[in-house]
């Protein structure tokens, strides 16, 4: 029986999911959270196989909580189930340590698959995702754009748009407020800006 542990802030998507494998023969739900810090805890208690987490968590964001899995509890492993755009997250996420990638729009039968996947040891993308990347194809008229950036400096890019200070990126990405500073500067150089304004905006116009 795989042991599966939700993480959305979202109530109804946690209930969705364990209502969705209340009656499955081999996939378990043992827990359903609501932020990225308390995973750890939970971890502490309880036996998980995978965890199936959005990006987007209070206290603790999913791309950050994926790094410490990947240093804290390398045997649980991760998919990232989430509204982003695939074409910006998707590998970006893999990269950091997951070890798969689901939209939201994704189907019962998809998730399963992928959960059945990712237990069996292989990584999970989209179809379309994964022909495209075969064939060197953008995924979108965006893509070009966020090629150039790492997966932290997504995460930065997304808090800055958010409205988050220095401080409080610092604080959420367990960085010093100077190396903020410093991904501020390499993402204004990368999306060819020259000021906070037009960095948010262009994190906007791209959807971030």
């Not at 982003?84 to 994704?106: D, R, W």
């Not at 379309?128 to 060197?136: P, W, Y």
């Not at 200070?165 to 190396?179: G, Q, S, V």
């Amino acid at each position: 029986m795989i042991k599966l542990l939700v993480v959305d802030h979202h109530p109804i998507i946690r209930k969705g999911l364990e209502l969705l494998f209340i009656a499955s023969p081999n996939i378990k739900v043992v827990g359903a959270l609501d932020n990225g810090e308390a995973i750890f805890d939970f971890l502490n208690k309880n036996k998980v196989d995978i965890i199936i987490a959005e990006i987007d968590l209070p206290k603790l964001n999913g791309l950050t909580a994926l790094r410490r899995l990947k240093k804290e509890h390398a045997e649980v492993k991760v998919i990232m189930f989430s509204a982003q755009p695939e074409e910006v997250y998707a590998i970006n996420a893999i990269k950091a340590g997951a070890s798969g990638y689901l939209s939201k729009t994704a189907n019962i039968v998809t998730i399963n698959e992928a959960i059945l996947k990712v237990h069996n040891g292989g990584i999970y993308l989209s179809n379309d995702l994964a022909q495209r990347l075969a064939v060197g194809r953008r995924v979108s008229r965006t893509g070009n754009f966020y090629k150039k950036l790492s997966t932290r400096e997504i995460e930065v890019l997304k808090l800055i748009s958010s409205g988050r200070k220095n401080k409080e990126i610092a604080i959420e990405l367990d960085i010093n407020e100077k190396t903020v500073s410093t991904y501020k500067a390499r993402l204004m150089k990368k999306l060819n800006v020259s000021n906070i304004v037009d960095l948010i905006n262009r994190a906007k116009l791209l959807e971030l």
